[in-house]
Protein backbone atom coordinates (compact mmCIF):
# COMPACT_ATOMS: atom_id res chain seq x y z
CA UNK A 1 0.00 0.00 0.00
CA UNK A 2 1.48 3.74 -1.14
CA UNK A 3 2.16 5.65 2.15
CA UNK A 4 -0.36 8.66 1.70
CA UNK A 5 2.20 10.77 3.46
CA UNK A 6 4.89 10.34 0.73
CA UNK A 7 2.21 10.33 -1.82
CA UNK A 8 1.72 13.88 -2.63
CA UNK A 9 5.24 14.38 -1.84
CA UNK A 10 5.74 12.19 -5.29
CA UNK A 11 3.02 13.60 -7.56
CA UNK A 12 4.58 17.24 -6.90
CA UNK A 13 8.83 16.39 -6.96
CA UNK A 14 7.53 13.82 -10.06
CA UNK A 15 6.21 16.87 -11.80
CA UNK A 16 8.40 19.82 -10.79
CA UNK A 17 10.15 21.15 -13.98
CA UNK A 18 12.33 24.66 -14.16
CA UNK A 19 13.88 26.62 -16.96
CA UNK A 20 17.30 27.64 -16.43
CA UNK A 21 18.19 31.38 -16.95
CA UNK A 22 21.86 31.54 -14.99
CA UNK A 23 24.28 29.43 -14.06
CA UNK A 24 27.41 31.11 -12.35
CA UNK A 25 30.06 29.98 -10.32
CA UNK A 26 31.70 32.61 -7.88
CA UNK A 27 34.78 32.47 -6.20
CA UNK A 28 34.96 34.68 -3.04
CA UNK A 29 38.00 36.03 -1.44
CA UNK A 30 37.37 36.65 2.18
CA UNK A 31 35.52 39.52 3.18
CA UNK A 32 33.81 39.91 -0.32
CA UNK A 33 30.53 39.87 -0.91
CA UNK A 34 27.62 38.21 -3.19
CA UNK A 35 23.65 39.30 -3.47
CA UNK A 36 20.87 37.03 -4.76
CA UNK A 37 18.77 38.77 -7.21
CA UNK A 38 15.05 39.63 -5.88
CA UNK A 39 12.36 37.75 -7.60
CA UNK A 40 14.28 35.34 -8.83
CA UNK A 41 13.92 31.55 -7.86
CA UNK A 42 17.47 30.60 -7.10
CA UNK A 43 19.34 27.53 -5.97
CA UNK A 44 22.99 28.34 -4.02
CA UNK A 45 25.12 25.49 -3.16
CA UNK A 46 28.34 26.46 -1.31
CA UNK A 47 31.22 24.14 -2.52
CA UNK A 48 34.30 25.41 -0.32
CA UNK A 49 34.77 28.10 2.05
CA UNK A 50 32.05 29.19 4.23
CA UNK A 51 29.56 32.04 3.93
CA UNK A 52 28.11 34.48 6.10
CA UNK A 53 24.90 35.80 5.61
CA UNK A 54 21.19 37.14 6.21
CA UNK A 55 19.55 34.94 8.97
CA UNK A 56 17.60 32.19 7.21
CA UNK A 57 15.77 28.83 8.75
CA UNK A 58 17.36 25.58 8.35
CA UNK A 59 17.40 22.98 10.67
CA UNK A 60 19.78 20.34 12.22
CA UNK A 61 20.47 16.56 11.64
CA UNK A 62 22.55 14.13 13.47
CA UNK A 63 23.94 11.11 11.57
CA UNK A 64 24.54 9.32 14.56
CA UNK A 65 19.97 9.38 14.83
CA UNK A 66 20.26 8.24 11.23
CA UNK A 67 20.30 11.52 9.59
CA UNK A 68 17.19 13.00 11.54
CA UNK A 69 16.19 16.62 12.74
CA UNK A 70 17.58 17.14 16.21
CA UNK A 71 17.16 21.01 15.94
CA UNK A 72 15.58 23.76 14.09
CA UNK A 73 16.69 27.50 14.55
CA UNK A 74 18.24 30.53 12.41
CA UNK A 75 21.93 30.37 10.95
CA UNK A 76 23.61 32.63 9.40
CA UNK A 77 26.59 30.82 8.76
CA UNK A 78 26.74 28.47 5.34
CA UNK A 79 29.83 25.93 5.66
CA UNK A 80 31.05 24.25 2.17
CA UNK A 81 28.22 21.67 1.51
CA UNK A 82 25.19 23.96 1.94
CA UNK A 83 22.43 24.04 -0.03
CA UNK A 84 20.09 27.03 0.15
CA UNK A 85 16.74 27.45 -2.37
CA UNK A 86 14.90 31.23 -2.55
CA UNK A 87 12.07 32.55 -4.40
CA UNK A 88 13.15 35.83 -4.27
CA UNK A 89 10.58 37.38 -1.96
CA UNK A 90 13.34 39.29 -0.85
CA UNK A 91 17.80 39.70 -2.15
CA UNK A 92 19.70 38.04 0.50
CA UNK A 93 23.49 38.90 0.69
CA UNK A 94 26.11 36.61 1.84
CA UNK A 95 30.01 37.49 2.81
CA UNK A 96 32.87 35.29 2.40
CA UNK A 97 34.00 34.29 5.95
CA UNK A 98 36.63 32.81 3.97
CA UNK A 99 38.49 31.95 0.47
CA UNK A 100 35.00 30.49 -1.04
CA UNK A 101 33.53 28.95 -4.07
CA UNK A 102 29.70 29.19 -4.69
CA UNK A 103 27.28 27.88 -7.58
CA UNK A 104 24.27 30.17 -8.09
CA UNK A 105 21.56 28.55 -10.64
CA UNK A 106 18.57 31.20 -11.18
CA UNK A 107 15.74 29.36 -12.87
CA UNK A 108 12.02 29.53 -14.25
CA UNK A 109 9.59 27.30 -12.08
CA UNK A 110 6.58 25.33 -14.47
CA UNK A 111 3.20 25.77 -12.90
CA UNK A 112 3.13 22.82 -10.94
CA UNK A 113 6.79 23.88 -9.00
CA UNK A 114 5.00 27.63 -8.60
CA UNK A 115 3.21 26.13 -5.84
CA UNK A 116 6.24 26.04 -3.70
CA UNK A 117 5.78 29.67 -3.19
CA UNK A 118 2.95 29.32 -0.72
CA UNK A 119 4.09 25.75 0.67
CA UNK A 120 7.98 26.36 1.37
CA UNK A 121 9.95 28.84 3.61
CA UNK A 122 11.97 31.40 1.81
CA UNK A 123 14.83 30.65 1.87
CA UNK A 124 15.16 26.88 2.84
CA UNK A 125 18.23 26.52 4.01
CA UNK A 126 19.74 23.07 4.79
CA UNK A 127 23.00 23.17 5.85
CA UNK A 128 24.49 19.47 5.49
CA UNK A 129 23.06 18.61 1.90
CA UNK A 130 26.69 17.57 1.15
CA UNK A 131 25.81 14.92 3.84
CA UNK A 132 22.37 14.36 3.54
CA UNK A 133 22.69 13.46 -0.41
CA UNK A 134 26.56 13.12 -1.50
CA UNK A 135 25.77 12.29 -5.09
CA UNK A 136 23.48 15.33 -5.98
CA UNK A 137 26.16 17.40 -3.52
CA UNK A 138 28.98 16.07 -6.11
CA UNK A 139 26.51 16.89 -8.90
CA UNK A 140 26.21 20.90 -7.56
CA UNK A 141 30.17 21.37 -7.12
CA UNK A 142 30.40 20.34 -10.94
CA UNK A 143 27.92 22.70 -12.16
CA UNK A 144 29.44 25.99 -13.65
CA UNK A 145 32.70 24.22 -13.77
CA UNK A 146 34.76 25.96 -17.00
CA UNK A 147 31.74 28.08 -17.64
CA UNK A 148 30.76 32.21 -17.15
CA UNK A 149 28.32 33.89 -15.38
CA UNK A 150 26.61 35.12 -18.76
CA UNK A 151 22.61 33.90 -19.41
CA UNK A 152 22.75 29.62 -20.43
CA UNK A 153 23.06 29.82 -24.26
CA UNK A 154 23.99 26.23 -24.84
CA UNK A 155 23.84 24.43 -28.27
CA UNK A 156 23.86 20.70 -28.76
CA UNK A 157 21.49 19.48 -26.25
CA UNK A 158 23.70 22.04 -23.57
CA UNK A 159 20.76 23.62 -22.85
CA UNK A 160 18.38 20.38 -22.14
CA UNK A 161 21.95 19.26 -19.63
CA UNK A 162 21.84 22.49 -17.90
CA UNK A 163 17.78 21.98 -17.53
CA UNK A 164 17.84 18.15 -16.10
CA UNK A 165 20.80 19.19 -13.42
CA UNK A 166 19.00 21.88 -12.06
CA UNK A 167 15.67 19.93 -11.68
CA UNK A 168 17.37 16.88 -10.29
CA UNK A 169 19.15 19.24 -7.92
CA UNK A 170 16.37 21.09 -6.85
CA UNK A 171 14.18 18.43 -6.15
CA UNK A 172 17.17 16.66 -4.43
CA UNK A 173 16.98 19.54 -2.09
CA UNK A 174 13.37 19.15 -1.36
CA UNK A 175 13.38 15.40 -0.92
CA UNK A 176 16.45 16.33 1.42
CA UNK A 177 14.39 18.88 3.56
CA UNK A 178 11.73 16.66 3.75
CA UNK A 179 13.42 13.43 4.80
CA UNK A 180 15.61 14.86 7.25
CA UNK A 181 12.31 15.71 9.00
CA UNK A 182 12.57 19.93 8.28
CA UNK A 183 8.88 19.94 6.91
CA UNK A 184 6.27 21.08 9.10
CA UNK A 185 4.28 18.54 10.24
CA UNK A 186 1.19 17.67 7.69
CA UNK A 187 3.33 20.02 5.30
CA UNK A 188 3.13 16.78 2.58
CA UNK A 189 -0.98 16.63 2.76
CA UNK A 190 -0.56 19.98 0.92
CA UNK A 191 1.22 20.03 -1.97
CA UNK A 192 -1.37 18.12 -4.07
CA UNK A 193 -5.14 18.12 -4.30
CA UNK A 194 -7.33 15.95 -6.43
CA UNK A 195 -9.55 19.13 -6.86
CA UNK A 196 -7.50 22.38 -6.88
CA UNK A 197 -4.85 20.78 -9.16
CA UNK A 198 -6.96 21.52 -12.32
CA UNK A 199 -7.67 24.85 -11.35
CA UNK A 200 -4.48 25.69 -10.21
CA UNK A 201 -3.02 24.29 -13.86
CA UNK A 202 -5.75 26.28 -15.79
CA UNK A 203 -4.65 29.21 -14.20
CA UNK A 204 -1.09 28.73 -15.29
CA UNK A 205 -2.02 27.73 -18.99
CA UNK A 206 -3.86 31.01 -19.26
CA UNK A 207 -3.12 33.70 -16.91
CA UNK A 208 -5.19 36.17 -18.59
CA UNK A 209 -8.29 34.00 -18.97
CA UNK A 210 -11.81 35.63 -17.63
CA UNK A 211 -11.74 33.20 -14.30
CA UNK A 212 -14.50 33.84 -12.24
CA UNK A 213 -14.85 32.31 -8.89
CA UNK A 214 -18.49 30.25 -10.95
CA UNK A 215 -15.72 29.34 -13.15
CA UNK A 216 -12.93 28.00 -11.25
CA UNK A 217 -15.20 26.37 -8.65
CA UNK A 218 -16.79 24.22 -11.79
CA UNK A 219 -13.20 23.19 -12.61
CA UNK A 220 -13.00 21.67 -9.11
CA UNK A 221 -16.34 20.14 -9.08
CA UNK A 222 -17.34 21.91 -6.04
CA UNK A 223 -19.63 24.68 -5.16
CA UNK A 224 -18.54 28.21 -4.73
CA UNK A 225 -19.04 28.05 -1.04
CA UNK A 226 -16.56 24.89 -0.82
CA UNK A 227 -14.28 25.80 -3.55
CA UNK A 228 -13.40 29.35 -2.28
CA UNK A 229 -12.56 27.70 1.53
CA UNK A 230 -10.47 25.11 0.42
CA UNK A 231 -8.73 26.87 -1.97
CA UNK A 232 -7.68 29.43 0.92
CA UNK A 233 -6.68 26.30 2.85
CA UNK A 234 -4.89 24.64 0.65
CA UNK A 235 -2.96 27.21 -1.07
CA UNK A 236 -3.08 30.29 1.46
CA UNK A 237 -5.01 32.74 -0.41
CA UNK A 238 -7.92 33.96 -2.28
CA UNK A 239 -8.45 32.82 -5.55
CA UNK A 240 -8.21 36.41 -7.05
CA UNK A 241 -5.11 36.96 -4.41
CA UNK A 242 -3.54 34.01 -6.26
CA UNK A 243 -4.79 35.13 -9.96
CA UNK A 244 -3.16 38.34 -9.48
CA UNK A 245 0.06 36.78 -8.14
CA UNK A 246 0.30 35.02 -11.08
CA UNK A 247 -0.38 36.55 -13.92
CA UNK A 248 2.22 40.13 -11.95
CA UNK A 249 5.00 36.34 -12.36
CA UNK A 250 3.99 36.36 -15.69
CA UNK A 251 4.43 39.81 -16.40
CA UNK A 252 7.77 39.97 -15.49
CA UNK A 253 8.75 37.53 -18.01
CA UNK A 254 6.95 38.88 -20.50
CA UNK A 255 9.02 42.26 -20.08
CA UNK A 256 11.94 40.83 -19.15
CA UNK A 257 11.61 39.47 -22.77
CA UNK A 258 11.00 42.53 -24.57
CA UNK A 259 7.21 42.60 -24.51
CA UNK A 260 5.76 46.48 -24.55
CA UNK A 261 3.04 47.44 -21.80
CA UNK A 262 0.40 47.30 -23.50
CA UNK A 263 0.55 43.66 -25.04
CA UNK A 264 1.39 42.39 -22.05
CA UNK A 265 -1.44 44.13 -20.12
CA UNK A 266 -3.95 43.14 -22.74
CA UNK A 267 -3.01 39.68 -22.94
CA UNK A 268 -2.83 39.18 -19.24
CA UNK A 269 -6.70 40.25 -19.01
CA UNK A 270 -6.72 43.64 -18.21
CA UNK A 271 -8.96 46.60 -19.35
CA UNK A 272 -6.55 49.08 -19.35
CA UNK A 273 -2.84 49.89 -19.10
CA UNK A 274 -3.73 51.82 -16.35
CA UNK A 275 -5.19 49.01 -14.13
CA UNK A 276 -2.49 46.87 -15.17
CA UNK A 277 0.09 49.40 -13.82
CA UNK A 278 -1.36 49.71 -10.71
CA UNK A 279 -1.47 45.84 -10.10
CA UNK A 280 1.90 45.58 -11.17
CA UNK A 281 3.23 47.86 -8.60
CA UNK A 282 1.84 46.68 -5.54
CA UNK A 283 3.27 43.73 -6.32
CA UNK A 284 6.54 44.65 -7.54
CA UNK A 285 7.49 47.99 -6.41
CA UNK A 286 7.80 49.51 -9.42
CA UNK A 287 6.08 50.45 -12.53
CA UNK A 288 6.12 47.80 -15.54
CA UNK A 289 8.14 50.63 -17.60
CA UNK A 290 10.93 50.37 -15.41
CA UNK A 291 11.26 46.63 -15.02
CA UNK A 292 14.14 45.38 -16.71
Not at 102 to 123: C, I, K, M, S, Y
Not at 200 to 211: E, K, M, N, T, V
Request: aromatic fraction near 6%; glycine fraction near 10%.
Amino acid sequence: MQNTATAPLGTLLESIDVVVTRTTRVALSRGRRTVTPAGAVTLLYVVSGTLGGDSATSCATDPRSGGRIVARGHVSEFPAGAALFTMGTVPLEFEAQSDAELVVVTVELNETAHRLRRLLPDPLTITDFSRLDPALASLASNMGAGGSPAPVVAAGGGEVVCRLMARTLLVGVLRAWVSAGCAPSGWTARVADPYLDPVLSAIHSDPGGDWSLDALASLGAMSRSAFARRFREVVGSSPGQYITGVRMEDAKRRLSHGATVTQTSRELGYASDEGFSRAFRRHTGVSPSRWE
